[in-house]
C-alpha cells in the first residue's frame, strides 16, 4: 500500500505521486461534454495502472439529472436542485463505471457534506473509509452529498470539497480540472491576460483579478480554483490547475497549466494515527 | 385484514416501502425484479412510492469478492460504497422499463431529526414525488459512524414515513408476517392485527436470523409501532408477497395507525 511521502513533491516527479486527487468540473463532463468521460477515465486508469492511487471528485450531478426532470436550465430553487442531483448522481457514476469496466477497475461513490470532514470523529472515520477504499484498488468517486447538503448547493463549491477531501487523504497532488487550460492574470479573454506558470507558497498573487464562473453550469470559477488551491498547497499537497481536454498530460508530468508549490509535508502533517 | 384496511392500502396515496438486505442480495436477488414490478403498478395507479432499500454492504461484498460479512467499519463502508452503485444500477435498469426514474437519497440519522436537514429533507422527498420519480433511500453507510447509524433501515423507513406523512409503510423482509414468538419455537402464533394503543405483553420478538441484515422482528415491531402512533398504516410481510400486500390482500400483520392526525407526533 503507498504512503503519503514526507517529502515536497516536484513538478517533474508528478508521475512519482503515490496518491492523486483528479477534480473535474460540471461543465466539462455533463451536456455536450458527457462524452469526455471516457478520455478523463483513460487518464485516471493510466495512473493507476501504474500503481497510483487515485481519487475523482466529479461535479455533474445536477447537470447529468436536469434533462430527467426535463429541466433545460440550472434549476434555481433548493429543492428541485436537489432532486435533480438525486436523478443524476447515480446515472453519472454509471457512465464512470461503464468506462473504467474497460480496464477493470470499480469505483466506490462517497457522497460527503460539509460535517464528514469537520467533526474531528467524522473526520477520522471518513479517512479510514478513503484508505480502506484505496488499499482495495477501488476507485473512489466523491460528490458532495447535494441531495440532502443544505446552503452547501448554493454557496459551496466543489473545488474546495476536492482540496479538502486531498488534505484529509494526504495526498500528493491535486489537479483541478476544468474549461481553461491554466490561470491568468485576469479573465483570459480580456486584453492583457498573461498564463500564470508557477505560485510558490504564500505568494498571494497581487494585482491578479480572478473570475466566477462563466459556464453557467457549476459553481465554480478560477477565484474559487485559487482558494482551493492555497488550502491544499498550505496542507502539503501540489496543485496543478489546467483543463479537462489535457488531462492525460497533466497525469503523466507535462510542463502545462498553473502548478502551486506545497508546503513540505513532514513540516505541516503528524503521522497518521489510525 | 379487515375490508377497511384493505381498502386503505389500494387507495393508499403515499407509500413507503422498506425491503431488508436478505430479500434482495445473494441468493434472493432474483426477489428485485419482481418487487419492482409491483412498486411500478403501484406507481401507475398514481400512489407516491419511495423504497427504502437496505442491501449495499452485501452487494458490494459480493461484487468485491470478499466472502464473510466485514466486521470492520472501514471495510463495510469500502463495500457500501461500491454496492450502492450495483443495487442502483439493478433498480434503474428495471425501472427504466416502466419509464420510471429513480432519485438516489443517502441519509444520516441528523437529515431526519436535526433542523436544518429535515426539513431539507422532507422538501427534497416531495419534490422528487412531484415530479413522480421514486426516490430510493438507504443510509449513507460509507459515511455514517457507529454512533450516528440508524442502526437498521426498519427505524429509517418509520422516520421516514413520519416526516413525509405517508399513509402506508410495508416492511418487507424474511417473514411472511409476524409471531407471537420465533415462529420455530413450539406454540407461536401468527399474528394478524395489532391495534394502535394494543400492549405487546407475553410476545417475544428476536434478532434478525439471516446474518445478512441488521434488522429483525424486534426492530420491525419497534419501527411499526414508532409509525403508527403518528398516523402512518404499517403491514409487514415477506419480500414474494409484496404485490399481494400492496393490492390490499389479506398478508402479514397490520399495525392500526394511531387516530390522531399525522403530524401532531413529534419524534
Do not use: C
Not at chain 2, 403501484?42 to 419511495?50: Q, S
Not at chain 2, 406454540?187 to 441488521?214: C, N, P, Y
Not at chain 2, 409487514?236 to 399525522?262: K, N
Amino acid at each position: 500500500m503507498a504512503t503519503a511521502r514526507m517529502s515536497v513533491l516536484g513538478r517533474d516527479s508528478v508521475r512519482q505521486a503515490a496518491r492523486i486527487v483528479v477534480k473535474v468540473g460540471s461543465s466539462s463532463i455533463s451536456g455536450a461534454n458527457a462524452g469526455q468521460i471516457p478520455r478523463l477515465v483513460d487518464a485516471l486508469a493510466a495512473a493507476h495502472g501504474r500503481g497510483t492511487e487515485v481519487v475523482l471528485v466529479s461535479s455533474g450531478a445536477i447537470a447529468t439529472g436536469m434533462p430527467y426532470l426535463q429541466l433545460d436550465e440550472r434549476p434555481t430553487d433548493l429543492a428541485t436542485q436537489q432532486a435533480a442531483a438525486s436523478v443524476g448522481q447515480n446515472l453519472l457514476v454509471f457512465r464512470y463505471q461503464e468506462s473504467l469496466d474497460r480496464y477493470d477497475i470499480i469505483a466506490g461513490q462517497v457522497l460527503l457534506t460539509a460535517g464528514d470532514l469537520e467533526n474531528p470523529s467524522h473526520r477520522s472515520n471518513a479517512r479510514r473509509a478513503m484508505d480502506r477504499l484505496l488499499g482495495l484498488r477501488i476507485l473512489p468517486i466523491v460528490n458532495e452529498n447535494d441531495t440532502v447538503a443544505t446552503h452547501e448547493i448554493r454557496f459551496g463549491d466543489n473545488d474546495r470539497l476536492a482540496a479538502l477531501v486531498a488534505t484529509l487523504v494526504r495526498a500528493d497532488l491535486l489537479v483541478l480540472l476544468s474549461d481553461v487550460d491554466a490561470l491568468f492574470t485576469r479573465p483570459p479573454h480580456l486584453p492583457g491576460a498573461e498564463r500564470i506558470e508557477h505560485v510558490a507558497l504564500g505568494d498571494p498573487l497581487p494585482g491578479v483579478e480572478f473570475g466566477s464562473s462563466l459556464s453557467g453550469v457549476g459553481t465554480g470559477g478560477a477565484s474559487t480554483k485559487v482558494s482551493a488551491a492555497r488550502i491544499a498547497a498550505e496542507a502539503g499537497t501540489a496543485v496543478l490547475v489546467t483543463s479537462t481536454a489535457l488531462v492525460a498530460e497533466a497525469l503523466r508530468g507535462d510542463r502545462i497549466g498553473t502548478w502551486f508549490e506545497p508546503a513540505d509535508p513532514a513540516s505541516v502533517r503528524r503521522p497518521t494515527v489510525g | 385484514m379487515s375490508s377497511h384496511e384493505r381498502s386503505l392500502v389500494s387507495t393508499a396515496l403515499r407509500i413507503v416501502v422498506k425491503v431488508g438486505s436478505s430479500s434482495i442480495t445473494g441468493d434472493n436477488v432474483d426477489q428485485i425484479g419482481p418487487l419492482v414490478e409491483a412498486l411500478a403498478a403501484t406507481h401507475g395507479r398514481g400512489a407516491e412510492v419511495v423504497l427504502v432499500s437496505s442491501g449495499a454492504v452485501p452487494s458490494g461484498m459480493r461484487h468485491l469478492g470478499l466472502e464473510d460479512k466485514p466486521t470492520d467499519l472501514a471495510t463495510q463502508q469500502a463495500a457500501a460504497s461500491v454496492g450502492q452503485n450495483v443495487l442502483a444500477a439493478i433498480y434503474r435498469e428495471t425501472l427504466g422499463r416502466h419509464d420510471i426514474f429513480a432519485g438516489q437519497v443517502l441519509l444520516t440519522e441528523g437529515d431526519l431529526l436535526d433542523e436544518p436537514h429535515r426539513s431539507n429533507t422532507r422538501r427534497t422527498i416531495n419534490r422528487l414525488l412531484d415530479l413522480r420519480t421514486l426516490p430510493i433511500v438507504n443510509e449513507n453507510d460509507t459515511v455514517a459512524t457507529h454512533g450516528l447509524r440508524f442502526g437498521d433501515n426498519d427505524r429509517l423507513a418509520a422516520m421516514l414515513s413520519v416526516l413525509i406523512r405517508a399513509d402506508l409503510l410495508l416492511l418487507l423482509s424474511d417473514i411472511d408476517a409476524l409471531y407471537t414468538k420465533p415462529p420455530h419455537l413450539p406454540g407461536a402464533e401468527r399474528i394478524e392485527h395489532i391495534g394502535w394503543d394494543q400492549t405487546l405483553d407475553g410476545m417475544e420478538f428476536g434478532k434478525s436470523q439471516s446474518g445478512v441484515g441488521t434488522g429483525g422482528a424486534n426492530t420491525k415491531v419497534k419501527a411499526a409501532r414508532l409509525a403508527a402512533a403518528a398516523g402512518t398504516a404499517v403491514l409487514v410481510t415477506a419480500t414474494p408477497l409484496a404485490a399481494d400486500a400492496l393490492r390490499g390482500e389479506h398478508v402479514g400483520t397490520w399495525f392500526e395507525p394511531s387516530p390522531q392526525a399525522p403530524g401532531r407526533i413529534l419524534l
